[in-house]
């Protein structure tokens, strides 16, 4: 497993374009018949994905768990964003749609996955963090949650914000995450910004031509700088990191937290002037 090691805010405004890549950047978690996974130091996140073609695929449990089974301590969210699939816990088959989503308690759980017609793989975007207590496994259909519409046409900014596991809706110890659609002529993500030092984020953008690209923005207001990122990247965004974007055409992101606190409104907002 790759494991990243997060920089701090006092090394961070030094570094070069490439060593901002290297650390804040997963430029090649998905591959067609695998299973990938990143351990990140900071909240012990653990980011993967798995793509299954004519045979399953098992999540493995990294020796650097040193666990049983992947969720012995830990929970899970899964994200499609492929064709139809399969994930399978425990013998129990649940069916999973472009953007639906599976969250799999703590437990010793046996997890597999698969994709409804192999010639149009499944692709299933793993977001995972330690847990202190078991919530049962739930699924999460995403016509079955009422999305929320902010921003608008005129800034650029009129996007949806679909949330997926949180408080008032499937729970979980400590992950949050959902996914935000910009609508048609809308580019901007997360414009005014936020910071909250309560929960790091991971950004991973989908949907987006391949050959059209985010400008995603971070940093402390005072100090930005920016990474350019593709489809199927991800990014991840310290608790001193704002975190926003600007696409050269409509995309898609999921956003996930994990952190002190799960309410999704503790945010602590800038203004754009505030930005440097
Ligand atoms: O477009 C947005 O705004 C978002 O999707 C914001 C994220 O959900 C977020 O940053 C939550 O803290
Ligand atoms: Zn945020």
């Given at each position: 497993m790759k494991i990243l090691q997060m920089a701090d805010r006092i090394r961070y405004p030094r570094m070069s374009t490439a060593e901002l890549r290297e650390t804040f950047l997963l430029s090649d978690l998905f591959a067609a018949g695998k299973v990938q996974l990143a351990?990140?130091?900071?909240?012990?996140?653990?980011?993967?994905?798995?793509?299954?073609?004519?045979?399953?695929?098992?999540?493995?449990?990294?020796?650097?768990?040193?666990?049983?089974s992947f969720t012995e301590r830990r929970e899970l969210g899964i994200l499609n964003?492929?064709?139809?699939?399969?994930?399978?816990v425990d013998g129990e088959k649940h069916t999973l749609g472009k953007l639906d989503a599976l969250y799999v308690g703590r437990g010793d759980h046996s997890i597999?996955?698969?994709?409804?017609?192999?010639?149009?793989?499944?692709?299933?975007?793993?977001?995972?963090y330690p847990a202190h207590a078991e919530y049962p496994t739930t699924l999460i259909q995403r016509g079955k949650e009422a999305p929320l519409t902010i921003g608008a046409q005129e800034?650029?900014?009129?996007?949806?914000?679909?949330?997926?596991?949180?408080?008032?809706?499937?729970?979980?110890?400590?992950?949050?995450?959902?996914?935000?659609?910009?609508?048609?002529g809308s580019v901007w993500n997360t414009m005014p910004p936020h910071t909250h030092m309560r929960r790091s984020e991971v950004y991973l953008y989908f949907d987006l031509p391949e050959n059209q690209r985010v400008i995603h923005l971070m940093g402390p207001a005072e100090e930005t700088r920016h990474l350019v990122v593709a489809s199927r990247q991800v990014v991840i965004s310290p608790g001193w990191s704002i975190h926003a974007g600007v696409g050269t055409s409509p995309y898609t992101f999921c956003w996930g937290m994990g952190g002190e606190n799960q309410v999704y409104s503790d945010m602590d907002a800038l203004g754009i002037p505030d930005l440097k």
């Open positions: 351990y990140v130091d900071l909240d012990r996140t653990v980011i993967g994905s798995a793509v299954p073609l004519k045979d399953g695929l098992t999540l493995p449990c990294p020796d650097e768990l040193r666990a049983h964003i492929g064709a139809p699939g399969e994930v399978e597999t996955f698969s994709s409804s017609d192999s010639s149009s793989p499944a692709e299933f975007y793993l977001l995972s800034t650029a900014n009129l996007r949806t914000i679909t949330k997926l596991i949180h408080l008032e809706g499937a729970r979980s110890c400590q992950l949050v995450m959902g996914f935000t659609e910009l609508q048609s």
